[in-house]
């Protein structure tokens, strides 16, 4: 597998489909998540991992520091993005 490249765009895309926020917040939110993909980084393990993370202790420190709305849209934009991965990587 070569090394895959996510951009910002993607990024924001996939989050957009997520949120309400305005494009330009979730852009500079977003700016230091783009990555590049390593050979050895596994995005089916990556999936499981955030699986892994949505558990009942998680959502309630979620909710203690009023973050569930914008934990959920990361994981969710994370499983998006990984996603993207695993179908650019059939091309």
Same mark, same amino acid.
């Given at each position: 597998?070569?090394? #895959?490249?996510?951009? &910002?765009?993607?990024?924001?895309? *996939?989050?957009?489909?997520?949120? +309400?926020?305005? @494009?330009? !917040? #979730?852009?500079?939110? &977003?700016?230091?998540?783009?990555? *590049?993909?390593?050979?050895?980084? +596994?995005?089916? @393990?990556? !999936? ?44």
């Amino acid at each position: 597998m070569s090394n #895959l490249m996510l951009t &910002l765009d993607d990024a924001i895309s *996939v989050a957009k489909r997520y949120s +309400d926020m305005d @494009e330009d !917040i #979730l852009r500079q939110e &977003l700016e230091q998540k783009c990555w *590049v993909r390593l050979n050895k980084e +596994d995005p089916f @393990e990556s !999936i499981t991992g955030l699986i892994m993370d949505i558990n009942p202790e998680e959502i309630t420190n979620q909710i203690k520091r009023d973050n569930l709305k914008g934990w959920c849209i990361g994981i969710q934009a994370n499983m998006q993005l990984e996603l993207i991965q695993i179908r650019r990587a059939k091309e």
